[in-house]
């Protein structure tokens, strides 16, 4: 290895690994991002930005590479993102998931909600519906969640803690738009037929407690039973991995929720709905809440407050979402508010997503 003009190049017995990139970037694209592969060596894999592919970043960072480290990276190119390359990852090797950053996650390919706006079909493509069973047998859709990567979902702990007796955690759906159909069509545009998933582990905040009236810690994820492949109607949200995203200060600023909950009409919605509302500061909602004996935290953030315009029950574990450069991030979870949705003056209450990045990271794997 040596050092030119302050850049590392490494020394390679064959072609140089430049090359070797440059070859695989214009080489015929394959598959898509997350579909499964067989590696050069006969192994299980998955189609991965090569960034996430910790064994052929490894064999590319060594010093010296070999004829067959080259070869190697060269025969695991399986495709092409947004000019970013795909390789077949080995499933074994993933020991952990992995969050998506953009262009993966954050991009539309285009409690209840009031005042909402019907979305486009393949508008929110990360928005998950949670499955219920219930004592007699039915089954229904009673909160809701977001997609952050091939195998989990955000949710709020009290979609889980504090259901009725005998209700049971079923499914998660994904790439749903209207629940009356089997197929979603909208301007000659017909999706897939949405997913359902069972569920291989659910994990929800230890520091969430069912007698707390403020809600700390209303977060949980779910994990699937397999991964699930992207589409123009299933694709991930972003989470703000970054400390200045993190830090971000959103007061003020207009966040956008969506859901299937209940509308003005106290049904629920059967197409995907919409509602843009403005983020609110804690100096400005706690007191609000305080009257009532809830006291708010750090890790609530507050939305809305305009007559006719909320989230309310059915949209519970939702996203609240902002566009920031050019993707679409998760900055909340719906967690509760008003008795009256849309109540003038009472913002409702989510759970901050960026004071719980760290713990997303720990307990994924």
Not at 99 to 115: F, K, N, S, Y
């Amino acid at each position: 290895m040596m050092l030119f003009g302050g850049v590392k190049v490494l020394r390679v017995s064959g072609p140089p690994l430049f090359f070797v990139l440059l070859w695989m970037v214009h080489s015929v694209v394959g598959l898509d991002l997350n579909a499964n592969c067989v590696t050069p060596l006969g192994e299980s894999g998955k189609c991965i930005l090569f960034r996430e592919c910790q064994p052929l970043i490894t064999i590319y960072n060594k010093p010296i590479n070999t004829h067959d480290d080259t070869l190697l990276l060269t025969q695991s190119r399986c495709g092409m993102l947004q000019r970013k390359t795909l390789v077949c990852c080995p499933v074994t090797s993933q020991a952990r998931s992995s969050l998506p950053e953009p262009p993966v996650c954050g991009i539309h390919l285009a409690d209840r909600v009031i005042g909402g706006q019907p979305t486009q079909i393949d508008e929110f493509p990360w928005t998950a519906l949670i499955e219920f069973q219930k004592p007699d047998g039915s089954f229904g859709f009673h909160c809701g969640g977001s997609l952050i990567n091939d195998r989990y979902i955000v949710t709020a702990a009290h979609c889980i803690k504090s259901i009725p007796r005998g209700w049971k955690v079923h499914r998660v759906r994904l790439g749903e738009w209207d629940l009356t159909s089997a197929n979603d069509c909208q301007n000659e545009f017909c999706s897939d037929a949405p997913i359902d998933l069972d569920i291989e582990q659910i994990v929800v905040h230890t520091g969430y407690d069912t007698k707390d009236q403020s809600n700390a810690n209303d977060i949980a994820l779910i994990r699937f039973t397999r991964p699930v492949n992207y589409s123009q109607t299933v694709r991930p949200i972003c989470l703000p991995l970054s400390s200045s995203l993190r830090n971000r200060n959103h007061v003020g600023m207009p966040a956008y929720a969506a859901g299937w909950g209940k509308t003005e009409s106290a049904t629920a919605s059967e197409k995907k709905l919409k509602v843009e509302m403005n983020i609110k500061s804690l100096q400005e909602c706690a007191p609000v809440y305080q009257r009532g004996g809830i006291l708010l935290k750090q890790t609530h953030m507050c939305a809305g407050g305009v007559r006719g315009k909320d989230t309310c029950s059915g949209d519970s574990g939702g996203p609240l979402m902002r566009q920031m450069t050019g993707s679409w991030y998760l900055i909340g979870v719906v967690s509760f508010g008003p008795q009256k949705c849309g109540t003038f003056g009472v913002p409702g209450v989510y759970t901050n997503v960026a004071e719980y990045v760290d713990w997303i990271k720990q307990n994924i794997y």
